[in-house]
């Protein structure tokens, strides 16, 4: 039997944390069953969320596996860190490998930051002349960022160059200090422009290149950039942004390497370092070297989010209609098939209850894990389907242990909103790199869809009102948006092989009726025909109210006897209404229908079944006036 690996990772849609995270899950197979621990994301203002997020490093019992790795400086803050650490010592009794970042109680995978910043330094001094140089440090309670300051401060003293109070800016590792940065270094009048900023790493020194530009200052013709780590973004970035590569898919080999290495008994240095190659070109002033590819990759990563945009927008449409988790997980099954993966599953914490139009309790705000989780649902992508469960485990497995086979890799991410925690994701890919940042967006509205839907819930009159809100007030029908809601789902259905049918009713005299009886009257004849639509509806046949006198029917059927059969049901009922309403009037309704093809799609099948239905209607005219 495999040993067992756990991975903690921040947000694995940023591009090193992706690139290890790959390198690891590749590495590791054959050798090592590998649980990723990833968090959604809290970069910004949001502490609540941020602080709930770091929660993801409580799922697993720790003393379940052999070996675990880490990769601090992708965590969203040190106390993440922090906590991480005191759980490894209180629960761990394996060897811990740490990423990019010195902790002489673990095993490390280091890069020489300090010697990786002189070399950029030692470029803008030697080979660009340069000699007011400033730095944009990382969170510096970080030991690589640090060393990254320290040898940009050696460096220029080495070369007797000076250094200001405005020519060092503490950054955060992230994009929303640059304006802040640029302010400073240019605030300090009578001072000189910097000839070039040195960032710890690409993402600060893409942003201060955007503040730079947003002030009319060129780069590199004005200022001179450089970044650090040689992500996608400063690769496709115009000029090119010119930084140290950071290899982590060596970095993650290697710390796949020292667990299997110590799991026979081997002997491991307590430091492995792997080598950092310089990119000199684009922004630092050095000629660019255009790759082949570059505009098809960039075209591509428009186009991708653009997509992600749209998919978004309607994600939101969609989840604003939901009043329960079935139907809330419905829609984020659908649109889970943005991204590619195998199996999702769905685990909630034991108390959290299924919000239900016929539930009694409210479901419980829990701020905390609990022992037992339940299974709720599957989604799977390969065989494009949905299930819905209710079996009870407990969390230190992650998943019962029907659902794990030897050799596979679990990613696990966080539910929950701010600090309500519903549960956690458990999903199984062989293309984690494509995850992508559709699946963030897709996992934090999936959690705020969550939160909403227990909000309303706990708010009874709110919850009575959304539950109303679908409702036609007069007929107790389905109203338009929610026969246009099971619409959008049944069009899903279709392409998995479930057709269906629409068929289009209209009530024949309606006008006539509240004209000669008065408009009670024409309001008893609609709730009539409403009675009749309920007796007919099932779980298969959902009946609406559309209009004044307009009605449809969503039927799922594979063949057109069952419409068939429900037209003959429908005038049946209208005749025994007839015949002992004692009304001064017939009930009359036209019916027609159509099955939905994906050619056609859902207008062109509303536009088939009226087509039908006006058919209808016309040879009822034509009948009654050749029989006056």
Known sequence: MLGKIAFFVGSIISDYPAKTTRAIFENAKGKFNLDVFSSIGANGESYFHGESDKKVIHIPHLKNYTGIIIEPDSFCGQTVYEELVKKIEEEATCPVVSLRYRDDRFYNVLVDDYGAMECMVKHFIEVHKFKKICHMTGRLELLDARQRLDSYLNTMAKYNLPVTEHMIFEGNYWTDRGEAAVDWFL?????????????????????????????????????????????????????RTASMNVPAEKMGAAAIDILERLSTGKTVAKNTYVPVVPCFEGSCGCESIPSPNHNIQLLKQINYLNKTLMQVTYMNWDYESCITYEELFYNAFRYSLNFDYQEIYICLCEHTEEISDDSDNMADTLEQYTENMI????????????????????????????????????????????????????????????????????????????????????????????????????????????????????????????????????????????????????????????????????????????????????????????????????????????????????????????????????????????????????TKKNTRANMS
């Not at 000839?195 to 060129?218: H, P």
């Not at 200022?223 to 115009?238: K, P, Y």
Request: aromatic letters at 12%.
């Open 187 to 239: 605030g300090n009048e009578g001072d000189s422009m910097p000839e070039a900023i040195v960032c710890a790493n690409d993402y600060m020194a893409l942003s201060v290149i955007d503040a730079l530009r947003k002030r009319g200052i060129r780069v590199p013709e004005d200022i001179c950039v450089s970044g650090f780590d040689n992500i996608d973004e400063a690769r496709f970035s115009v000029p």
């Open 375 to 618: 299974l709720y649902s599957i989604f799977s992508r390969e065989d494009n389907s949905y299930r819905f469960y209710n079996k009870v485990f407990p969390r230190c497995k992650i998943l019962p242990d029907e659902y794990r086979n030897d050799d596979e890799a679990i990613f696990v991410f966080p539910l929950h909103y701010k600090n309500h925690y519903f549960g956690y994701i458990a999903l199984k890919t062989q293309n984690v790199d494509k995850l992508a940042r559709f699946f963030i967006l897709w996992l934090q509205e999936l959690s705020g869809g969550m939160d909403k839907i227990d909000i309303q819930y706990k708010n009874k009159a709110y919850f009575q009102f959304m539950q109303q809100s679908r409702l036609d007030e007069l007929t107790g029908l389905f109203n338009r948006r929610e026969i246009e809601n099971i619409l959008r789902r049944k069009k899903y259905d279709a392409l998995k092989n479930n057709p269906f049918y629409i068929m289009s009713l209209d009530m024949d005299g309606l006008k006539m009726i509240n004209d000669t009886y008065g408009h009670i009257e024409g309001d008893n004849a609609l709730k009539a025909l409403g009675e009749i639509l309920k007796k007919v509806s099932d779980d298969n046949i959902s009946a609406a109210r559309t209009g004044g006198d307009e009605f449809m029917l969503c039927i799922s059927a594979g063949d057109e006897e069952i419409p068939c059969h429900i037209q003959a049901d429908i005038l049946s009922l209208v005749d025994a209404y007839n015949q002992t309403s004692r009304k001064p009037y017939l009930l009359s309704v036209s019916i027609g229908y159509a099955q939905f093809t994906e050619k056609g799609g859902i207008i062109g099948c509303m536009q088939q079944a009226d087509q039908k239905m006006y058919a209808d209607k016309s």
